[in-house]
């Protein structure tokens, strides 16, 4: 006897942008659709390398899954990713490193400080730890903790969404957005 075919009735679609509706259409601004399908599919570079990253972990396994946010692909090739989240304590040895690999990545970008340590320095105010990876990348999201939780982490993940989806196309290519770059020496 054939199994019955049963249906997940729990899913929910995401809101739909504000536009305008009539019969068989349905019209809104190319920044909101843009921004609906790229809050929806961020791909995160994890850059971890301490005790935070552990906690990042438990973020990504099945009790938290970040995957339902739309960010399942995790990879760890700069070009293909569009937010870096550091997630540990960086040394100044280490800040070069960090540096090039947010280079490498293409815009649009996103950075997220996770934890104390990324954020600014957290407890290791010594001669050779940064103070804070915004010494040398402009940082968009910071999650405070030392760990945050894996609720504080995704809670901070889903302020970058909010930041992607509202980002105006045109913001890549302003003066203010390259007046940001050049304080840090990036043309
Ligand atoms: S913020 Fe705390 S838990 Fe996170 S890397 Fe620093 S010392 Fe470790």
């Given at each position: 006897m054939a199994r019955p075919v049963q249906y997940n009735e729990k899913v929910k679609s995401v809101a739909v942008p504000e536009g305008y509706s009539g019969e068989g259409f349905f019209a809104t601004t190319f920044d909101q659709v843009i921004g609906?399908?790229?809050?929806?599919?961020?791909?995160?570079l994890p850059f971890a390398t301490?005790?935070?990253?552990?906690?990042?972990?438990?973020?990504?396994?099945?009790?938290?899954d970040m995957s339902r946010f739309g960010s399942e692909r995790m990879a760890f090739t700069p070009r293909?990713?569009?937010?870096?989240?550091?997630?540990?304590?960086?040394?100044?040895?280490?800040a070069p490193v960090l540096r090039q690999v947010y280079l490498q990545m293409?815009?649009?970008?996103?950075?997220?400080?996770?934890?104390?340590?990324?954020?600014?320095?957290?407890?290791?105010?010594?001669y050779s730890v940064l103070q804070g990876i915004d010494q040398v990348i402009p940082v968009d999201v910071y999650v405070p903790?030392?760990?945050?939780?894996?609720?504080?982490?995704?809670?901070?993940?889903?302020?970058?969404?909010?930041?992607?989806?509202q980002e105006s196309l045109r913001r890549r290519h302003s003066d203010k957005y390259k007046e940001l770059l050049n304080s840090y020496g990036i043309q």
């Open positions: 609906l399908a790229r809050k929806n599919s961020i791909w995160p301490s005790c935070c990253g552990i906690e990042f972990m438990a973020t990504m396994a099945s009790t938290y293909q990713c569009d937010l870096l989240m550091v997630m540990g304590t960086i040394s100044k040895k280490m293409a815009e649009p970008r996103w950075v997220v400080a996770v934890g104390a340590c990324a954020s600014s320095g957290g407890v290791f105010d010594t903790g030392c760990p945050p939780r894996p609720e504080a982490i995704i809670d901070g993940f889903m302020r970058v969404q909010d930041l992607v989806g």
